[in-house]
């Protein structure tokens, strides 16, 4: 119930799902940074790196396809992650237009010292939730998240 003289409705936003999901979104976007911000890891590198590591020699269009990223601008994400280190950049076996990715020894010891901390956050983060609710909930945001439209070039 709001203080006197306070005004804390949400209004209609509180039957907003998207509102709820932007708030929780920010608190997991603020627990990504504290977590492994200083070492210059952002989401969506970090994305991009888990991407590649868990299909070796994925082409750079099909990972910007699967992650939603525009192609222009994961051109210039995997740019950033090859000067750091992270990432080898070669052409496609099959296909030598295409581009192929791997991770760098460097590039999978930061995914993997990065993911370690970020799983042990999240758990604490969500310590409320039995893992059957949390299975229903990544089931439920994946029903929405199957709804978007890819991105125009």
């Known amino acids: 119930m709001p203080g006197a003289g306070r005004n804390d ?3 209609v936003l509180d039957g907003l799902v998207g509102y709820h999901l932007r708030r929780a979104s920010s608190v997991f976007g603020s ?3 504290r977590t492994v911000g200083g070492e210059g890891l952002r989401q969506v590198p970090f994305a991009i790196l888990s991407v590649i590591a868990a299909n070796p020699g994925i082409r750079q269009g099909v990972a910007g396809e699967v992650l939603g ?3 222009a601008n994961m051109v210039v994400l995997v740019n ?8 080898d950049r070669s052409p496609a076996e099959d296909d030598r237009r295409a581009i192929a990715l791997a991770l760098t020894a460097k590039g999978r010891a930061m995914l ?11 758990d604490a983060l969500l310590s409320e939730f ?3 609710e949390r299975h229903i909930l990544i089931g439920l945001i994946r029903r929405i998240e199957a709804r978007e439209q ?4």
């Not at 992650?81 to 992270?86: M, S």
């Not at 993997?112 to 999240?122: C, M, S």
């Not at 890819?150 to 070039?153: D, F, G, L, R, V």
């Open 9 to 11: 409705s949400l209004g």
């Open 31 to 33: 627990d990504f940074f």
């Open 69 to 71: 990223i525009k192609r």
């Open 150 to 153: 890819p991105p125009e070039e």
């Open 112 to 122: 993997e010292d990065a993911t370690a901390r970020l799983i042990a956050h999240e």
């Open 80 to 87: 950033e992650l090859v000067e750091a280190g992270h990432v």
């Open 130 to 132: 039995t893992a059957d």
